[in-house]
């Protein structure tokens, strides 16, 4: 119940018991004076109508009573008239009419008791007396005006109780702004929106509620932030290096280990780039010089890619850079022959000091990170046996797939027109071994018959325009996996590229559709790419999700994403890579940990763990209480249709 109903149904108790009180007194009072005009006014009567008479010599003549007597009793005040003789007790003479009261209703008349008032007065014959004249006043003219008081008096407590209420509203509409923008306030806190009111009310109680509230929302917004820069912070402090500004060795490794755990849609090729001649420049020069000379090969790295935000780059030792290129094999080529032109151009050394090589080797052509190293290790000392700014690749890929962007085109029509595309999932987990959802990848096999990952095709796919092909073919599929055995939420990932297409919203919309009538049974979830290069379409993707009752997520969140993105869209869960919630979740970065954690709980946010592919790993995920965990360890993706 509002605070304006309480009021009102007090104000109106209030004026009830006053209007009863007054009414009862004032009739008490009024009937007290009545009765004594009354009676009064009845003698009165009773005593000229006698003198009358007995002046007239008309006590004895029926006629000349009759006479006065209507005189009298027309008036309409009288009740009963009558004339008693005064030797035998005889009614010489008597008029009545029945007690009524017009327009005043009967409860009133029971209420409020008047009895008819009586006057007598004798009759004289000289000094003798004859008769004896008793009238009674009919007491309905009474009764009329104390009811009509009555109403008056109501309707003019009616009135102002009326006015009285709409004043009440207006002042507490007036006086109770402030506490409602305290309402919407506290609304927004609990949705992660700091505001403030700049405006305080002059009420000293209402300010001070105003007053504490922006405290708070301050206080809540600062704890936030700050937690949000410890988690930038040790981000910074596990995967940068200090002397360039790039990211390090460990970062490379979290990296390679999220593609190679297939949590990653990525496919493209890995250069190791070693500076040759560094230790002979840092003898000749000194540490100063060598220092300079990699920070201008960083510098010549960060402006080569800089309009390839996809393109990922590390130091991961003194003198050796690991870049990641999604791209094929040629355009990596063109990309590092143009880094080395650049070099040469740019650094103000003796050339013959110094120089670059690079191994080259595609993603796909190794099952795990070490195995990836291990090549770019042997055709990296291929590239420096050949000479200065050289590289080279090692043997064949296993995966039969095509070489140019005609073969690809070719290879995707052949694909879709033979409806070659399947689905696969893969479980996750809660933290207690429930099921969270089934996250749903698309695949196809190559001409020998072998799985090719979507990681490997689609980047392709994407840029030669058969992505929206290729998710109309998902949502062929999906309508007989969600009709099928299956019973979990199934998980769908959108890259970036499809989120910024021009059809993104038109496939997304029919894809929902067919979910319409099982609220919950959909997680639709997007890349840390797509939030940051597209923020506005996203919160678009979510509200749409989130309209037809389904869930939203981020996958492979990396934490230098400004958290007030998140904090806009608002999803359900976030996917981090396990090694990186490992690494933060170390003994000297536990406080980091800690940070993550406050942000996500502080925004509502589940926290998953992605990549997951040994026991010990998973074993510290659950002790640092991970809302849920995904990875070959876990299950390896199985074919549902």
């Known amino acids: 119940m509002t605070l304006f109903r309480q009021i009102a149904i007090l104000v109106a108790i209030g004026f009830a018991l006053l209007l009863g009180l007054i009414s009862v007194d004032s009739l008490r009072q009024s009937t007290n004076l009545l009765r004594g005009q009354l009676q009064s006014t ?19 003549d029926v006629a000349a009573i009759e006479t006065l007597f209507n005189a009298v009793f027309d008036s309409g005040y009288y009740s009963d008239i009558k004339l008693v003789s005064s030797d035998d007790g005889r009614v ?27 006057g007598r007065a004798d009759v004289m014959k000289g000094w003798v007396p004859i008769a004896q004249l008793e009238i009674s006043l009919h007491p309905g003219f009474a009764y009329a005006g104390l009811y009509k008081r009555l109403v008056s008096t109501t309707q003019w407590f009616v009135l102002i109780f009326v006015a009285v209420l709409i004043l009440l509203w ?119 010089h060598a220092d300079e000379l ?19 780059y590390a130091r991961i030792s003194e003198d050796e850079f690991a870049l990641i290129i999604q791209a094929d094999r040629e355009l990596a080529t063109a990309v590092i022959e143009r880094l080395f032109s650049r070099f040469q151009s740019q650094c103000s050394i003796e050339q013959g000091l110094v120089s670059l090589n690079a191994g080259v080797a595609e993603l796909s052509s190794a099952d795990a990170a070490t195995e990836l190293l291990s090549e770019l290790d042997l055709s990296l000392s291929q590239a420096q046996s050949i000479g200065a700014y050289q590289l080279c690749f090692p043997g ?54 072998r799985e090719v990952p979507a990681g490997i095709f689609m980047p392709m796919a994407l840029s030669l325009g058969f992505g ?9 599929l999906l309508p007989v996996v969600n009709d099928s055995k299956y019973i979990v939420p199934f998980a769908v990932n959108f890259s970036d590229l499809f989120i910024s297409g021009a059809h993104a919203f038109e496939e997304l919309n029919q894809m929902l559709a067919l979910f319409q009538k099982s609220p919950g049974t959909l997680c639709v979830e997007v890349s840390h790419e797509a939030v940051r290069s597209h923020p506005q379409r996203c919160q678009q993707l979510a509200d ?47 406080s980091g940990y800690q940070a993550l954690r406050n942000v996500v709980r502080t925004l509502d946010i589940q926290l998953i763990a992605v990549g997951v592919d040994q026991q010990p790993l998973r074993d510290r995920l659950l002790a640092m209480g991970v809302d849920g965990m995904q990875g070959n360890y876990l299950g390896r993706p199985e074919r549902i249709i």
């Open 170 to 288: 207006l002042v507490l509409d007036f006086l109770l702004k402030p506490l409602k923008a305290v309402y919407r306030q506290a609304i927004d806190i609990q949705e992660n929106r700091y505001t403030e009111q700049e405006s305080l009310p002059r009420t000293l109680e209402l300010r001070r509620v105003v007053q504490t509230m922006n405290r708070l929302s301050r206080n809540v917004k600062e704890i936030f932030e700050e937690q949000e820069h410890a988690v930038a912070r040790y981000q910074s402090l596990l995967y940068q290096d200090e002397l360039t500004g790039l990211r390090n060795r460990r970062f490379l490794m979290t990296e390679l280990n999220a593609i190679f755990s297939g949590s990653a849609n990525f496919h493209g090729v890995m250069a190791m780039i070693k500076i040759n001649g560094l230790e002979t420049l840092r003898e000749q020069s000194g540490y100063q």
């Open 92 to 118: 010489i003479f008597e008029k009545r009419r029945p007690l009524a009261a017009s327009g005043v209703p009967g409860w009133f008349v029971d209420a409020v008791h008047l009895e008819p008032e009586t």
């Open 468 to 476: 929206m092909a290729i998710y109309r073919k998902v949502n062929e």
């Open 396 to 449: 064949e890929q296993s995966l039969s797939l095509p070489q140019g962007k005609l073969q690809w085109r070719s290879w995707f029509q052949r694909a879709l027109d033979d409806n070659k595309f399947y689905l696969v999932s893969q479980l996750v987990y809660d933290k207690y071994g429930a099921v969270i959802h089934r996250e749903i990848f698309v695949r196809v096999d190559d001409e020998d018959g």
């Open 42 to 60: 009845v003698q009165d009567t009773a005593t000229v109508l006698a003198i009358s008479m007995s002046t007239t010599g008309s006590g004895e």
């Open 544 to 590: 749409a999700v989130k309209r037809y009752g389904h869930a939203f997520g981020v996958d492979h969140l990396d934490l230098n994403i400004p958290m007030h993105s998140l904090q806009t869209i608002n999803p359900e869960y976030v996917k981090i890579s396990a090694q990186v919630l490992d690494d933060l979740g170390a003994e000297n970065n536990a």
């Open 294 to 312: 990699v920070q201008q090969f960083a510098s010549c790295l960060k402006d080569a890619l800089a309009q390839n935000s996809h393109y990922n």
